[in-house]
């Protein structure tokens, strides 16, 4: 190979090393969780007509990720109701925005189905939604931590023209979950690997 050829080859190897290295470490980050809130509901495209108390489990899996800085894209799944006297169920696409490293922006629209008193069969609609709080990259796992503020405008395509805007708050089902594993761990005791330990320091 001619001397002015090495550098060149060399560069290109080590960038093919590089983008191989980034491409492996972009994989798929889920996250799941309760969104608990108030919702500014109405009917025949009245916004706001009465509040309601919003229960949901929203998740979503983000593609294109492999640091915090990095956008990402994905689909989500929504399941909620406003006042327990309705269910609605949708999909739609997500996009991350890293504004800040830990504090991203996530965008969402998609389409979603209504059952309700009100409505004598299943209504479609569309939905926006904003998400901002913590979710950071997870280097370790394909599960991330999300917990935020999330903001929604639901707009139903059906005869009852029902309408609605969402204010919560987004706590990720592992956070939930911890107060139940600690308290698991105490009535259960120590592992048996950890077993021997504890009786050690209670011998000193």
């Known amino acids: 190979m ?35 809130g108030a919702a500014g509901t109405g009917l025949e495209r009245r916004w706001w007509d009465s509040t309601a108390f919003h229960a949901g489990l929203r998740g979503d899996v983000l593609f294109g990720r492999g640091a915090n800085d990095d956008f990402g894209v994905g689909p989500y799944a929504e399941v909620l109701t406003h006042g327990f006297d309705e269910l609605q169920a949708g999909a739609g696409v997500s996009a991350l925005a890293p504004v800040l490293d830990l504090f991203p922006l996530i965008v969402s629209t998609g389409v979603y189905g209504r059952w309700s008193d009100d409505a004598d069969a299943l209504e479609p609609g569309i939905a926006a939604a904003v998400f901002w709080g913590a979710r950071s990259y997870n280097f370790h796992s394909p599960y991330v931590m999300s917990t935020g503020l999330l903001a929604q405008m639901r707009l139903g395509l059906g005869a009852s023209k029902e309408t609605a805007i969402v204010l919560a708050a987004q706590l990720d089902v592992a956070l939930l979950g911890l107060p139940f594993v600690y308290l698991f761990n105490v009535l259960t005791g120590p592992s048996p690997e950890a077993a021997p330990v504890r009786r050690a320091e209670a011998a000193r």
């Not at 080590?14 to 972009?26: E, K, N, Q």
Request: proline share 9%.
């Open 2 to 36: 001619p001397t002015a050829g090495r550098p060149a080859a060399l560069l290109a190897a080590l960038l093919g090393v590089v983008l191989a290295h980034g491409t492996a470490r972009a994989e798929p980050q889920a996250s799941v969780g309760v969104t608990l």
